[in-house]
């Protein structure tokens, strides 16, 4: 059902769908019946555009149908390449209103992408972008009505990196909140948090993150290892999560399998995922 909502909430974002482009699903699963899903379709055109529609949700219930128990939300990214080296881009999300929680964002920003090779470094690749994601809460961290609703805008930062260096694939990711709007209370938070390079949904004010993501490409098979540090707004704790997994090149199609965990070396808080992903060229 989710897969379909997800196919179907894609072609209506992108009405050239059908041209050349590649088609992503990853999901994740956990403990109590969570479950998370990301999709995403990269269309390129011929007149330098790039549309890339995204949709994800997730739900923490032990049920198998769940509708009121999920969360999703709907992004489009726009690129527009200005050169071979260049590109600016745009993008707008929209969370509809659930199980208390709303949200929408823009950002705007540029890539750049040259043409590059020096002794085993090559492809570098560079994307920063800035924007501000406005959300409110209408209950608090326990599930109870707030009286007015707390509202918040945040206003961030992106940066990301990639290189091939030698035989190994790096990407680097950093997000920060240059600045909340409002103190967030300690008994309140928000239904959707990221932390790069995982597909596990959040919940709270992330105040930054960064992340290290290395794989060893093959001609079959490509394992992967993530690191990611972050911390919220409400805590000066640092929080960790590792993921690992493999890439498998199987009839054109790229399938990965992994596992994600969060706070690994806390017990208590400790949270483990498994992923699995498909990208398919269309």
Request: with cysteine; hydrophobic share 40%; glycine share 8%.
């Amino acid at each position: 059902m989710r897969f379909k909502t997800a196919l179907v909430s894609l072609l209506l974002f992108c009405p050239c769908a059908y041209c050349y482009g590649q088609l992503r699903f990853a999901s994740v699963g956990g403990e109590k019946g969570y479950s998370a899903m990301r999709a995403s379709y990269r269309a390129d055109l011929d007149n330098g555009f790039i549309l890339i529609p995204q949709y994800g949700y997730y739900r923490m219930s032990d049920k198998e149908i769940d509708e009121a128990g999920s969360t999703s939300r709907y992004s489009l990214e726009g690129l527009y390449e200005v050169s071979d080296s260049w590109q600016v881009l745009a993008q707008l999300m929209w969370q509809p209103q659930t199980l208390g929680y709303e949200g929408m964002g823009y950002w705007g920003g540029v890539a750049w992408q040259p043409f590059y090779y020096f002794s085993g470094i090559k492809e570098p690749w560079l994307r920063v972008k800035l924007g501000q994601e406005r959300t409110r809460s209408y209950v608090d961290a326990t599930g109870k009505d707030l009286p007015s609703g707390f509202r918040q805008v945040a206003t961030s930062g992106f940066a990301e990196a990639e290189m091939d260096v030698l035989h190994f694939h790096l990407q680097a990711a950093w997000q920060k909140v240059i600045k909340y709007s409002s103190r967030v209370p300690h008994n309140v938070t928000f239904s959707w948090a990221e932390v790069p390079y995982m597909t596990a949904v959040l919940q709270g004010y992330i105040k930054d993150a960064y992340a290290l993501r290395v794989s060893y490409p093959t001609r079959m098979v490509t394992p992967y290892v993530s690191l990611a540090r972050y911390h919220y707004d409400q805590r000066r704790q640092v929080a960790g999560a590792v993921s690992a997994g493999l890439h498998v090149n199987v009839w054109g199609a790229d399938v990965t399998g992994g596992i994600e965990v969060f706070e690994p070396r806390r017990d208590k808080n400790r949270k483990t995922y498994f992923s699995l992903s498909l990208e398919v060229p269309m």
